[in-house]
T-cell receptor, first 113, second 116 residues
C-alpha cells in the first residue's frame, strides 16, 4: 500500500541553524512527491515538488529537497532557519492513477531565538 | 485573485445535526478534494471529484456526503452518522485535466467544526 512516514513528530532548532525534515514513502512506481507547510489555523501552502528529472529540487522560502530512490526518501532541508519558519510541515506522495495525494502525519517545527 | 474560499471558518453543531461546509474555487480547476485533519494524523481524504457531476469516496467517506453540480463548487455535508465530526476540514483543488498525473493541490484556509 502507498504510504508516507515522517519519523519526527516535533523538531526544535535554533534560529540560524540548519534544518532537515525526514520523509520516507512506500510506492510501487516513480512517485510524485511534495512538501507543504501549514501555519496554525491555516490551509497548506506548497513548498516544492518532484515529478522527474533532477533529484535536488528548489522551492520557495529557501527550502530544498532531495529525492533518493534507493532510500525511498524525500527529505526537506534549509541551510539557515528563520523564526518565521515555525509551522507544521507535511510530506505527500501522489497516487498517479487516481490523482489523490497521500500525506504524512506532519512534523511540527519550533524555532528557538 | 484566484483561490479557494471555504466557509464558514468556524462552525458549531449540536449532536444529531447535519452541517454543510462550503468550498468555492475560481482557479478553473477540474478536480476538487475534501480532507479532514486531526492532530497527529495528517490529512485524510474524505471525497474527491475529478469532473462535474462525478465524485469518488476517499479513505474516510462514512458519515459524509458531497455534490459537484458546478465546476466551481464542491460542498461537503457532515451528517449525523459521522461519529466523531469535530475536526479541521480542508478543501483543495488541482488542475486535474490528465487523470493519470496528479498535480499540486491548492488549499483553502479550512473550516473548523466543533460538535457540542
Amino acid at each position: 500500500a502507498q504510504s508516507v512516514t515522517q519519523p519526527d513528530i516535533h523538531i526544535t532548532v535554533s534560529e540560524g541553524a540548519s534544518l532537515e525534515l525526514r520523509c520516507n514513502y512506500s510506492y510501487g512506481a516513480t512517485p510524485y512527491l511534495f512538501w507543504y507547510v501549514q501555519s496554525p489555523g491555516q490551509g497548506l501552502q506548497l513548498l516544492l515538488k518532484y515529478f522527474s528529472g533532477d533529484t535536488l529540487v528548489q522551492g520557495i522560502k529557501g527550502f530544498e529537497a532531495e529525492f533518493k530512490r534507493s532510500q525511498s526518501s524525500f527529505n526537506l532541508r534549509k541551510p539557515s532557519v528563520h523564526w518565521s519558519d515555525a509551522a507544521e510541515y507535511f510530506c505527500a506522495v501522489g497516487a498517479s492513477n487516481t490523482g489523490k495525494l497521500i500525506f504524512g502525519q506532519g512534523t511540527t517545527l519550533q524555532v528557538k531565538p | 485573485d484566484g483561490g479557494i474560499t471555504q466557509s464558514p471558518k468556524y462552525l458549531f453543531r449540536k449532536e444529531g445535526q447535519n452541517v454543510t461546509l462550503s468550498c468555492e474555487q475560481n482557479l478553473n480547476h477540474d478536480a476538487m478534494y475534501w480532507y479532514r485533519q486531526d492532530p497527529g494524523q495528517g490529512l485524510r481524504l474524505i471525497y474527491y471529484s475529478q469532473i462535474v457531476n462525478d465524485f469518488q469516496k476517499g479513505d474516510i467517506a462514512e458519515g459524509y456526503s458531497v455534490s459537484r453540480e458546478k465546476k466551481e463548487s464542491f460542498p461537503l455535508t457532515v451528517t449525523s452518522a459521522q461519529k466523531n465530526p469535530t475536526a479541521f476540514y480542508l478543501c483543495a483543488s488541482s488542475i486535474g485535466r490528465d487523470r493519470r498525473i496528479t498535480g499540486e493541490l491548492f488549499f483553502g484556509e479550512g473550516s473548523r467544526l466543533t460538535v457540542l
